[in-house]
């Protein structure tokens, strides 16, 4: 598998899991797919190709509940990290590494959906069959 073909393959699934999430919308910011609700971004996938950033995994950057940033980076900073952008509670999640888990992946877009999404958005998701 070449590089850009594994690039597109993590970008699909984090894609997937932003897109079946309520009134989603997917745009680009700063060159780069961002996902958003009520034109409120809560998720931006970043590649190293294509930003000049210190970090060099293909990652994601999220809206993430108060104090969770930092349990997470504690837990696992080889998986998570402080991204460069995206406000102090923002988290990054590299999707580059042999141990991701896409269940992981949807539980951290579903946290930052639920940080900007508009409360009836969030009740919508909470009763969804």
């Not at 309520?22 to 060159?31: D, K, N």
């Not at 970043?46 to 999220?62: K, M, N, Q, T, Y």
């Not at 877009?109 to 999404?117: E, M």
């Amino acid at each position: 598998m070449t590089a850009s073909t594994r690039t597109e393959d993590l970008l699909r699934g984090l894609r997937d899991r932003c897109l079946a999430l309520p009134e989603v919308t997917e745009g680009p910011t700063h060159g780069a797919p961002t996902w958003f609700v009520r034109r409120r971004s809560f998720v931006k996938f970043v590649d190293p190709a294509g930003h000049r950033l210190a970090e060099r995994s293909i990652a994601f950057w999220a809206a993430a509940p108060p104090g969770a940033r930092d349990e997470l980076i504690a837990a696992d900073p080889e998986q998570y990290f402080v991204p460069r952008f995206g406000g102090r509670a923002w988290v990054g999640m590299r999707l580059d590494t042999p141990r991701l888990e896409w269940a992981e992946v949807g539980e951290i877009v579903t946290d930052a959906y639920r940080q900007v999404a508009p409360r009836f958005l969030v009740a919508r998701l909470d009763h969804a069959p």
